[in-house]
């Protein structure tokens, strides 16, 4: 029969649960730390041999090995390669992997791995399974983990024979249609949060005391210091924005969406490898993760610059900025994503804060348009190594638009661009037109020099700061008159932006989100809630109140309450070890969060009157 995800309950099936052991869900560190492939590889062979057993062998093919691919590996594939984020330290050697797969020429690293799983799991009974893995390794259309057709023929050695018959039947079986669903995916133990739409897909990459800044290892990736400090990703039609030379050329100290003091924090002396390994770290943070209502949610990150591991190096402990700290948000919608920042300090450096709103490749010309409030700007294209970068020896201004409520930057190929939406009034930021020439050599163990254009955009929050912030939209895929048409009518109010809390409503979809930072009552308009926690509300046309709420610190033993000043007669539905108390003044909501680690866990409430929108 076909695969039935478990929900955890009747709100979100988007979280399959697979038993007490939460495969396919959020309860496995094992299975969290990785993105996915590498377990479900483990898994495919042995559930192929067993699954031609009795059945319960196949129904430990349909609920264990199944969903991981499904759960963990899909959501963070796009297009045509495993999305960088989850490559840790390979991006070092990524111009070897991710262009050649991309191109569909071979199906031999870990991305084809990926696409190979569900045909291995494949092999198992059960027309509804077949077809739903057929759609998930994509070989008939351009899905999730689309592969090149032609691709089929790398498949060499006698272990693949199967999978190649399988392969072929598949793009011959017109009755499996590739498809792309959207999703929100969170992964607590991971720090990372996938957003896939129809026409994008949008990541962000965190770290916390749970995981690492970044992975550097034998000699790999060397400068990666901030690419866990909440960098964003914005795959859209362009599919090779972040391959083909991208990791040796961009500036990594202004990586899109991270707020950093821009400095080289070096890697060490190479230990008895011969190869350097410091640079990489864990924070004192533990408020990193999120929640999810449906395919839309939220994410934040307490961050700072204190490094929890001391001295992974030879030399001496490895420092980095050990005043800095702040709030960071996102919140990712139908068709835009909101970053908020606020409480932003640092002190005793004499360098800046920044926040990079955005650093695309651009096109092999460099030209592509960048419009701020309707004016095509004229920046100077600068040129630099990216060692120049990295050691700041290079001229990294930018030019100033102060007043800026929108700006647009041209897409590559036939990508609409992306949009930019400041919905506070005032917002100043800064712009630089960069050709930038780097060699893998550079962060990397292997040759290859290339030169590509950006274009960078952040917000300078000065040096030492007292108490920054900063608020930006993106609209992925969006031309330049919708960029404008939606700065004119958003559909987004900030209700909140300090280091208590911040929050955000989507009018058309009817969602609140807020991040509480601290563990004391705190308010913010018709939600109190007691203890540190993301907090997700959407009301429907039916009058009903979807609640969702997550302990991102994975610390709370105890319980979140929450109270919600509505019109409520009563909780019609809820996950387990929830209560609900309701008075005329709205309803006070008890979760128990002991083992929900870093999850949502939900509740539907039903309204009096249903003001949607309110």
């Given amino acids: ?117 569900p045909l291995h799991l494949q092999m198992g009974p059960g027309q509804g399974v077949r077809h739903k893995l057929g759609r998930l390794a994509g070989l008939n259309g351009n899905p999730e983990l689309a592969v090149d057709p032609s691709g089929v023929d790398g498949l060499e050695g006698v272990e693949n024979l199967a999978i190649k018959k399988r392969a072929r039947e598949i793009l011959e079986d017109s009755s499996i249609v590739a498809a ?88 060490g002396t190479p230990d008895s490898s011969g190869y350097a390994q410091g640079g990489d770290y864990c924070s004192n943070e533990s408020w990193v993760g999120g929640s999810t209502i449906g395919n839309y949610g939220i994410s934040g990150m307490s961050f700072s610059g204190a490094i929890a591991n001391k001295a992974k190096s030879t030399d001496g402990e490895i420092t980095y900025a050990p005043n800095l700290k702040g709030k960071k948000s996102w919140f990712m919608f139908e068709n835009e994503i909101v970053c908020l920042g606020a409480g932003i300090q640092n002190k005793g450096m004499d360098l800046p804060v920044e926040t990079t709103i955005e650093n695309r490749r651009l096109g092999t010309d460099g030209e592509n348009a960048f419009v701020v409030n309707g004016e095509e700007t004229n920046l100077p294209m600068k040129e630099a190594n990216i060692k120049e970068l990295a050691e ?137 809630c007691d203890s540190q926690a993301s907090v997700m509300m959407q009301e429907g046309k039916d009058g009903r109140l979807r609640v969702a709420v997550s302990d991102p610190t994975m610390k709370n033993k105890g319980t979140i309450t929450l109270k919600i000043n509505r019109p409520i007669t009563d909780m019609i539905d809820s996950d387990s070890d929830i209560s609900c108390r309701v008075s005329e003044s709205g309803a006070e909501l008890t979760f128990n969060m002991a083992g929900t680690n870093g999850s949502s866990v939900y509740a539907e409430l039903q309204l009096k009157a249903s003001i949607y929108p309110y």
């Fill in 1 to 117: 029969g076909d695969i039935t995800p478990v929900p955890r309950n009747g709100l979100d099936p988007s979280h399959p649960v697979e038993g007490e052991a939460g495969i396919g869900h959020d309860a496995s560190s094992g299975l969290q730390k990785d993105p996915g492939h590498r377990v479900a590889l483990g898994l495919t062979a042995p559930a192929q041999m067993v699954c031609q057993g009795p059945d319960i062998a196949g129904d430990i093919h349909r609920r264990v090995a199944l969903p991981i691919p499904h759960s963990k590996a899909a959501p963070q594939v796009q297009g045509s390669g495993h999305k960088a984020m989850g490559l840790a330290h390979g991006v070092g050697k990524v111009q070897q992997n991710v262009h050649r797969v991309a191109k569909g020429r071979r199906l031999k690293d870990l991305r084809a791995d990926v696409a190979v799983e």
């Fill in 180 to 267: 792309v669903e959207p999703l929100h995916k969170s992964f607590p133990y991971m720090d990372r949060a996938v957003h896939r739409m129809d026409d994008y897909l949008f990541a962000v990459s965190m770290y916390s005391e749970r995981t690492q800044n970044t992975e550097i290892m034998n000699d790999e990736n060397r400068m990666g210091w901030h690419q866990n400090n909440g960098m964003t990703y914005i795959y859209d039609s362009d599919q090779d924005q972040y391959t083909d030379n991208f990791w040796n050329t961009v500036n990594p100290l202004r990586l899109p969406g991270t707020t950093v003091v821009p400095v080289n924090i070096g890697t």
């Fill in 392 to 528: 700041h020896s290079a001229d990294v201004s930018g030019t100033e638009f102060d007043g800026a409520e929108w700006a647009h930057l041209e897409g590559n190929g036939t990508s609409s661009g992306t949009g930019y939406y400041f919905p506070e009034e005032g917002t100043s930021i800064r712009a630089r037109r960069a050709r930038n020439t780097g060699n893998w050599s550079d962060i990397g163990t292997t040759e290859g020099e290339s030169t590509q254009n950006y274009l960078e955009m952040w917000f300078d929050h000065g040096k030492n700061p007292t108490n920054g912030s900063y608020s930006y939209v993106l609209l992925p895929e969006t031309g330049k008159e919708e960029t404008e048409n939606y700065a004119k009518a958003p559909q987004v109010t900030v209700l909140a932006n300090t280091s208590a809390a911040q929050a955000v409503y989507q009018k058309e979809l009817g969602i609140t989100g807020i991040n509480f930072w601290e563990d004391k009552e705190t308010t913010v308009g018709e939600v109190t």
